[in-house]
């Protein structure tokens, strides 16, 4: 079995609809990308985990402000389709009250 990870990259731009007109403008964007590392094959109970970093890079356009967030996704795959996960995470370079600082996600995943 080849034991190749992939890289995947999302790229949003989040800016308002409709808001009422004490709330702040909103224009950034977000990047999201992740490479995702299987670290053993499917198989017994020690099977099927995987190792994935996610750098998001943050701009507001409208305070001209950049920072980033890093977290590393360790899980494993129970079942076809089936994942659980834990993800730890940190900001750098935080200057806005919006920005994450440090982050913990715990999550199941159930692709049908």
Do not use: C, H
């Not at 990308?33 to 995987?50: A, D």
């Not at 996610?54 to 701009?59: A, L």
């Not at 890093?70 to 009250?97: C, R, T």
């Amino acid at each position: 079995m080849p034991f190749y990870g992939f890289f995947a990259a999302l790229n949003l731009y989040y800016t308002d609809v409709y808001k009422k007109d004490s709330a702040a403008k909103t224009s950034r964007f977000v990047g999201r990308w992740f490479y995702m590392q299987p670290l053993t094959p499917p198989g017994p109970w020690w099977g099927g985990l995987y190792v994935m970093p996610e750098f998001q890079p943050v701009y507001d356009f409208e305070t001209d402000d950049s920072s980033f967030w890093i977290g590393i996704e360790f899980g494993k795959m129970i079942a076809p389709g089936k994942i659980a996960y834990i993800k730890p995470g940190w900001g750098v370079d935080n200057s806005e009250l919006v920005d994450r600082d440090k982050t913990f996600e715990a999550g199941f995943r159930w692709f049908f």
